[in-house]
């Protein structure tokens, strides 16, 4: 299946600390590409894997499930942790969910959670089985993004209700781990979106075994934060957590 241009998987090489950074729902890794770009900038190699049955075609998604999402994950983390000294993660909206699966089963030494979801902001969603009797697919609602930003964006115009369910089930899956990860986590939530309710950062972060953990909130973006207005800010917060600059909370 060809993949749509721009959607392509990413690898930057740089130092021995290894970032692996993950797309989110129906996206791509160009959604990745500027974050990636500056976490190399500053001496990381850096990997951004496409996920399974994403940056191809709906139909193609509608076939996979959160496994197949997570094993592209886990193909992502064994390149970078045989040719680093150590891995961080980066996940955005359900990248997000799949590098917290990752930190429950893997060694990671840092984890970012960007826009991720607990609670969808959707009403509709409990109506999803009642949904599927009817329709496979249903079209995406887009806010539009920053010119510079845009360009990146690269994703279906349709969801495939099946991996909607599974998105779902996924969640479920990961919020009982929350207790048992524990490494350094940076969580990063814009208060305006409306696609992830943004209680979902304040759930994780309430949630999670770690001790060492921060919750920054941001107040001009939407969901896709590594691409809206805020961008620069989230950028320069990722590096200084990274770098072990942030503050403890």
Not at 180 to 209: C, D, W
Not at 224 to 241: H, K, P, Q, S, Y
Request: aromatic share 8%; charged share 20%.
């Amino acid at each position: 299946m060809a993949i749509m241009p721009g959607a392509e998987p990413f690898f930057l090489p740089g130092g021995d600390t290894g970032i692996l950074i993950v797309h989110g729902f129906t996206g791509a890794p160009s959604e990745m590409r500027l974050v990636g770009k500056y976490l190399n900038s500053l001496g990381y190699t850096v990997l951004a894997p496409r996920l399974l049955g994403h940056g191809t075609t709906p139909e193609e998604m509608a076939k996979t499930s959160w496994p197949h999402w997570y094993s592209s994950v886990e193909d992502g983390y064994h390149i970078l942790s045989g040719t680093c000294r150590e891995v961080a993660a980066v996940g955005l909206s359900m990248g997000g969910l799949l590098s917290l699966q990752l930190a429950s089963e893997y060694k990671l030494s840092k984890l970012v959670l960007l826009s991720t979801p607990i609670y969808i902001a959707n009403k509709r969603i409990k109506l999803l089985p009642l949904y599927r009797m009817f329709t496979n697919f249903v079209r995406k609602k887009r806010k539009r993004l920053p010119a510079e930003g845009e360009e990146y964006s690269i994703s279906y115009e349709l969801t495939p209700l099946a991996s909607l369910s599974s998105l779902l089930n996924l969640i479920e899956h990961v919020a009982q781990r929350l207790p048992s990860i524990t490494l350094p986590t940076l969580i990063m939530q814009s208060k305006r979106e409306h696609t992830v309710e943004p209680e979902s950062a304040q759930f994780i972060y309430n949630n999670l075994g770690s001790t060492e953990k921060k919750l920054v909130w941001l107040n001009r973006s939407g969901h896709i934060i590594t691409l809206d207005a805020e961008r620069d800010l989230v950028f320069e917060e990722i590096g200084r957590f990274l770098a072990g600059k942030q503050d403890e909370v």
